[in-house]
């Protein structure tokens, strides 16, 4: 917990107020005026400073007897609650103290705990990045498998394209084939029916010269008798 900083001006000010009321100017009373805060030190600093612009600079007349045992009195009675100030400041500075050993402790407790936290994120982490890596490595051959499948399947449909090309003209020399053997079975049945034409009209005139061939052996066998 950091202190609020006093200047030389606040203790300045609150120094001529309290003697202006009429109290006694002293490092706890400036202190608790300024709602002790603050070192005793800078105090102690900025009162001898204020107490040296306030000394008038001519000496003054000898102080009547009867002023100096009021003094002497005064000066007990202020150096007494000086002291019980003083007592009372150094309690509530050890007050204090343990309060800001406590907060400190505390503190160190918290920073223990940051730091444990952030190792922990920080494994976490370490451990996510791996896990990214890992995952990169893998997306990337799975990128070069899906790149090898791609080639290959670019090379299946060239082959499947030359193949369809190769049926098409199969197909084509196919349709070809058919038309010249149903031409030559064309040509056949009618070369084979020209030949039953022909076989028939031999028929007819082999049975036509027998036919003759008997009835001129019949007329000659009667010429001879």
């Known amino acids: 917990m950091a202190r609020t900083g006093i200047t030389k001006d606040q203790v300045f000010e609150a120094a001529r107020e309290i003697r202006d009321e009429g109290g006694t100017v002293t490092i706890a009373a400036v202190?608790?005026?300024l709602g002790n805060t603050g070192s005793y030190?800078?105090?102690?600093?900025?009162?001898?400073?204020?107490?040296?612009?306030?000394?008038?600079e001519n000496p003054a007349p000898p102080t009547p007897a009867s002023v100096e045992t009021i003094a002497r009195r005064l000066w007990s009675e202020a150096w007494r609650l000086a002291s019980e100030s003083l007592e009372s400041a150094g309690r509530q500075?050890?007050?204090?103290?343990?309060?800001?050993?406590?907060?400190?402790?505390?503190?160190?407790?918290?920073l223990d705990q940051s730091k444990q936290a952030f190792d922990e994120a920080m494994e976490k982490l370490q451990s996510t990045m791996k896990g990214l890596m890992e995952k990169t490595l893998a997306f990337e051959h799975l990128k070069d498998d899906h790149e090898k499948l791609e080639k290959t399947h670019e090379a299946t449909l060239e082959r499947a394209g030359k193949l369809e090309r190769d049926n098409a003209a199969l197909l084509q020399k196919l349709d070809s084939a058919v038309r010249d053997i149903t031409r030559l079975e064309n040509e056949l049945a009618e070369s084979?029916?020209?030949?039953?034409?022909a076989l028939e009209e031999a028929a007819v005139l082999r049975e036509r010269v027998e036919s003759v061939a008997k009835t001129e052996g019949s007329s000659s066998r009667r010429k001879k008798s």
């Open 31 to 33: 202190r608790g005026r």
């Open 41 to 56: 030190s800078t105090y102690s600093r900025h009162l001898a400073e204020w107490r040296k612009q306030e000394s008038p």
């Open 93 to 110: 500075w050890e007050k204090e103290k343990k309060h800001l050993e406590f907060e400190v402790h505390n503190l160190a407790i918290e």
């Open 192 to 197: 084979r029916a020209r030949e039953r034409q």
